[in-house]
């Protein structure tokens, strides 16, 4: 078994806002990430699938198809979007902090893989020193 | 002459957009970039003053002072922002574009640092694959 | 289940020297680590917890609060410190090698953590391409 | 139980190419990685072994010994060579993809390990953004 | 005037050889880069302009605009190719290095761009700790 | 006129410390760095030369070369060493910072290269967000 990870960006605008808080709650709580007016990340996903190497081509699966397939299912939505207002997988009125994306983008990824092989884990980097991971279960 | 320079980081939302244009015209010319609900970025800010290192400290500025500085006059202002909508030395209607962003965050920056050393460089890495650089001139 | 990972940086001095050997014989064993004078690293300590994300914040815990808690835990006992003297929680005459840190930070940092979270992984790079994990087992 | 990591860089040529495939085949396939005059990378490969840190020195092994291991047994036949013609270890004909070099350098570098750690994984990154990983299992 | 840059990358094979020298001078200038069946790289290309930004869109050229000539005049003449034996603007005989390759690249690109940028810098890293500049002079 | 940078990186111990000042007068001005018993950075130093390619090598300089003579002349007397006590050719009493370092390396280097090349520039990081740049005036 072997693992095959493609890393693939987006930028994307966000804040962390309960509804049914009141402004003040909502400070206390997510401090700087409640401004009002959003701010935002480039974030980096790794996808993880893991697979036997195929005897003619020594691929799992093709790192490029990978990547297709990963910008076709979650870039597109979510590059030079707002993840509170503009993506169609992701529940309004849910936090669109690292640790619930990873769940979605998974929810979102997971139907769209080839059947030689397993999606693994998916990992992503909000800054340069805070990520998420998930592993579906 | 030694040049020294100090490393700071913010997470802000922006969008560009010319108000005088239509929706069209601003998709033409912007892309991805005029999405109406924003977007964002993960900005590194790298300050260059330049020189003489004092004989006693060896220092040309003490870069942790630098750093409170950059900090209090722009990071403070920007971080966590929407650089279009929060930001009181951001002209309104004016772009945010990483070349525009050297120049407001020079003129903001340049009149708080100590006469010792004078401004060098604003580089603005807006993606590890874009950035912009203004020298005050 | 979703790992959420924290990254803090320190710097300090150490050297890796068994008191009971001659000199011949330490660096003989550690080589040029163990100079007498001692040498140092910009350590990047990666931090990280799995939990269940909480249905209104959508946090396993707050990256801001964990950060916290590691600096007031760890960093602020090791940035800028000598790792042979000058650290209550590592053991004297213990060597300050990057497989033993994660050890010592573990049993550090275990008690401070909410309950909501478990500690999963301490993983230390003691320079660009060195680095050692540790799982509490 | 304690996991440590060795970098390791080589740089080297390779093609992806069916020897029974017509070019057009493998055009299909592998798109421009079947490029006749072939084409490369800067490869960086992470070594992570595990075992008990040792009472006296703090080392689980001595991470230059590992690295010289590496280097004798993997870097030194891959480094500046064509993966595909120069390198003993991997077979004629056989596809040097990361998925499959991840496997051969597994078989190449575990009997050489000493018996104080096991070889946890290998992950090999092709560019900044593919890797493979391998567990040995 | 701000400086703008975009970062491109390319994977390409390359050998450092003179046809008229034996194989043991080829050898003992260039060592392991004149190995007889290649080697090769992950380059990455810092190109750099200089102008005014606009007034309306806040560019002194679209960023994206520029990476798409950059493709178009370099990077699809030399990813995934033998720079040696593939590349049109090379000339035949003429040394891949990458002091070289800066001065071909700009003889390349400059015709290309704009009117309202010049051409200021490019910068060509070959490994994380080699690189070459070139500025037109 | 081609510019060739090679990176070469050692790890060493030092503090900031003025013997004519009294501990509470140093802690004032360089706060942890003053630390009695060291700290220590992971530095990495880039030597930047200028001159012609030549035309049958495309060298400006063998890049290996130059890091040979980098190796021997700064890193060597300098990678786990301390600043302050170690190295012959910084000056007892002086302040090992960044920017009096990339002086003292400019005045050991620039005797040491050969005649087709000139020292153009050392740039020193300290840490991931601070470094000095030093060109010889």
Chains 1, 2, 3, 4, 5, 6 share one sequence.
Not at 22 to 29: H, I, K, L, Q, S
Not at 68 to 84: A, M, Y
Not at 104 to 118: I, T
């Amino acid at each position: 078994m072997v693992y095959l990870t493609r890393i693939e960006k987006f930028n994307a605008a966000h804040k962390l806002w309960v509804a049914d808080w009141t402004e003040e709650e909502n400070v206390a709580v997510f401090g700087r990430c409640a401004n009002a007016n959003w701010h935002g990340h480039n974030y980096a996903l790794h996808v993880t699938v893991k697979g036997m190497p195929d005897p003619f081509t020594g691929f799992i699966m093709d790192a490029k198809k990978l990547g297709g397939i990963v910008k076709k299912e979650i870039i597109d939505h979510v590059d030079h979007r707002n993840l509170n207002l503009d993506v169609p997988f992701i529940p309004a009125g849910c936090q669109p902090t690292s640790e619930n994306l990873v769940i979605y983008f998974w929810q979102q990824l997971f139907p769209h893989l080839p059947p030689e092989v397993m999606l693994h884990r998916l990992k992503l980097y909000e800054t340069d020193s805070i990520y998420a991971e998930y592993f579906g279960e």
